[in-house]
């Protein structure tokens, strides 16, 4: 009975230390807009520093975007895209452990 109690607080012990050293994922999030103002439909795509598609999300009518809390801490490349061709400069980000980041794109 004591190693079926000793067992069961060391699993326990265990799965608490893995679950404190998961990084919780943060967000990137802005608004995709024309020179003049005006609000852009655009697909706007996340990539990590070896160019990979981490995300993707379209605009909505008002131009804004939001990836969710689904990218994973590090560096990223965010690009807008019109009929698969990108548009505007692309913008260098760091995404933080649950944070969010802004990233404002001008076409």
Do not use: W
Request: with cysteine; proline share 3%.
């Amino acid at each position: 009975m004591r190693m079926k109690i000793g067992l069961l607080l060391i699993a326990l012990f265990t799965a608490g230390l893995l679950a404190a050293c998961e990084v919780a994922p943060g967000e990137i999030s802005g608004k995709v807009t024309y020179s003049d103002g005006r609000d852009a439909t655009v697909i706007v795509k996340v990539f990590d520093l070896s160019n990979n598609v981490v995300h993707t999300v379209s605009t909505t009518t008002g131009g804004t975007y939001y990836t969710g809390r689904r990218i994973p801490p590090g560096t990223y490349v965010v690009r807008a895209f019109k009929r698969d061709e990108q548009v505007g400069e692309e913008h260098k980000v760091t995404v933080q452990a649950d944070a969010s980041v802004v990233c404002n794109i001008v076409i």
